[in-house]
């Protein structure tokens, strides 16, 4: 049994509550931390982000900034230096600890801290887009980063990241519980495209409820209800000794997306039975869906892959699931997932009319590659004409600038505004497309990006899986594709870059060979598609 305080950091409330049991189980077994590569490279963007972003308010030299980095060897002294500079009524405080909140079982270290008024908001860093469509964006500037300076957006609202809200509430509660809070309950976010303002208080998310069937909380709403469970699950796994009178857990190993980086999966859901549902579809469906269905009596993958969706859905099952607007259309896609596994298979052609693949004299699959910095790098042009393809490549990664961008797509939009008339240009998902309308100029007729040919909605017609439909999912299972990169992956092709604009040969080659291959597997795909 542990004595020690109870303490649950930032990440807690957003993460697995089982990951929670096991970090305060004391009878099960420590895996080794080994963070997967997917998952470093994840850390290494965030933090390489984070310092640019740190770097920028450094040159800014802005009065009242301070930075309190330094502290993370002394817990006491970065507590006390958090709490000096509060009292002394710092701008921004990067970098900082909170006292702990022994009573709300809370611990944390917040990005930032953003004075207003008498008090502070939560602030964070994260390297993913804070901003979308829509209207009534609340966001200000790194040179004037509080609330009270930010301005609303007419033409973009703010992107709601739950995870991202959840965290900054968790720091708004040890803000109240030290005193230190400002005067109303908002907490900010920057992100690749600005800095955002969030009201933590507003309702915005859709949950369950019981009584309702779905209604719409707050950030810290759902913190609250979160963390609080965590708290009760983190309180009993403390108790267990392995003794035989061990109080049992207060959650059970369920299989999801998490998992597949999780350090605690050899010894959690990789221990659920082979059959087991989510074990074998983890990330099909949400935790909330996978223990809906066991309540309904369906665990195992074979039990699933019999069901009728229609009947499942009109029973407890869709009780459970009543506040998720696209339920039936998931349930649906586990249902047809457990099909394919229980079958061998990864993916199987649907029932019923295929629409045709349209082909033309000339035709070409583009592909683009862009680096952390959202740049295009890298656009590559497979031009086939009757049945001969060549690979034309225009290539610079040393893009570093929207000057040098823009020339880049500029050679690629010329090329093909010198083919002819009636050439069909084919893409896979709607990157290229989206990219190439921001640049000019643009070809006419059928090379104009409004007419390309998105081969995705053909494929998603044709084709039902239990990996998703991306392209190497489809081009290595259903047109019998092979990439020359074993593994090939966006995020390995940011490595690769990252080393290429360092000048390095090899790397540049191997960008070349694997957008190469993108374009090979689009029209290897085509051609799968109309041989059907």
């Not at 999966?265 to 659920?272: K, N, R, S, T």
């Not at 031009?383 to 040393?398: H, L, M, N």
Request: aromatic share 6%.
């Amino acid at each position: 049994m542990i004595n020690a305080p109870l303490l649950l950091g930032g990440y807690a409330a957003k993460s697995c509550p089982r990951a929670v049991h096991n970090a305060h189980d004391v009878t099960v077994p420590r895996p080794p931390e080994v963070v997967p590569p997917a998952l470093q490279q994840l850390f290494d963007a965030g933090i390489t982000f984070e310092a640019s972003v740190l770097a920028e308010w450094v040159a800014l030299d802005l009065p009242g900034y301070v930075d309190l980095n330094d502290f993370e060897d002394d817990r006491r002294g970065h507590i006390g230096a958090t709490i000096g500079a509060m009292r002394a009524g710092a701008s921004v405080i990067v970098g900082g600890r909170l006292p702990d909140d022994v009573p709300g079982h809370r611990t944390g270290k917040p990005d930032l801290l953003l004075r207003a008024g008498g008090g502070y908001h939560p602030g964070d860093i994260k390297a993913h887009q804070v901003l979308t469509r829509g209207t009534d964006a609340l966001v200000a500037t790194l040179e004037a980063p509080a609330r009270a300076d930010a301005v609303r957006l007419t033409d973009a609202g703010v992107k709601a990241h739950e995870n991202d809200l959840l965290q900054l509430a968790h720091y708004w509660r040890m803000l109240v519980a030290c005193g230190h809070q400002a005067d109303s309950p908002w907490g900010a976010i920057v992100g690749t495209d600005g800095l955002a303002w969030y009201d933590l208080a507003l309702p915005r998310f859709v949950t369950f409820s019981r009584s309702l069937g779905k209604a719409k909380r707050s950030a810290l709403d759902r913190y609250d209800f979160e963390h609080d469970f965590r708290v009760r699950i983190a309180a009993v796994a403390r108790q267990r000794t392995g003794a035989p009178d061990d109080p049992v857990p207060l959650v059970a190993p369920v299989g999801q997306a998490e998992c597949t980086t999780c350090r605690w999966a050899p010894v959690c859901v990789d221990e659920l039975p082979a059959a087991d549902l989510s074990r074998e579809l983890r990330g099909t469906l949400s935790v909330r869906e996978y223990l809906a269905l066991r309540g309904s009596g369906i665990r195992t993958v074979a039990s699933l892959a019999d069901s009728d969706p229609a009947t499942v859905l009109a029973g407890p099952y869709g009780t459970e699931v009543a506040h998720l607007t696209q339920r039936r259309h998931r349930l649906h896609k586990a249902t047809v997932a457990a099909q394919l596994s229980r079958d061998g298979l990864t993916l199987r052609l649907k029932d019923g009319p295929r629409p045709p693949v349209p082909h033309a004299t000339v035709e070409v699959d583009i592909d683009a590659e862009w680096g952390e910095d959202d740049r295009v790098y890298l656009w590559g042009l497979l031009i086939t004409t009757d049945g001969t393809s060549r690979y034309e490549a225009f290539f610079d990664p040393s893009v570093d600038s929207d000057a040098a961008e823009t020339e880049l797509a500029a050679r690629c939009l010329t090329r093909l505004g010198a083919l002819p008339e009636g050439t069909l240009v084919f893409h896979y998902t709607s990157p290229e497309r989206v990219r190439a309308r921001r640049f000019s100029p643009l070809p006419g007729g059928t090379l104009h990006p409004d007419r390309w040919i998105d081969v995705f909605p053909l494929v998603r017609a044709a084709v039902e899986s239990r990996a998703g439909l991306g392209l190497k999912t489809v081009a290595v299972h259903g047109a019998g594709f092979r990439w020359r990169d074993d593994d090939p992956g966006g995020r390995q092709s940011q490595d690769w870059h990252r080393a290429a604009r360092a000048g390095d040969p090899a790397a540049a080659r191997r960008l070349l060979d694997y957008n190469e291959d993108d374009v090979r597997a689009t029209l290897a795909v085509r051609r799968w598609l109309t041989a059907l």
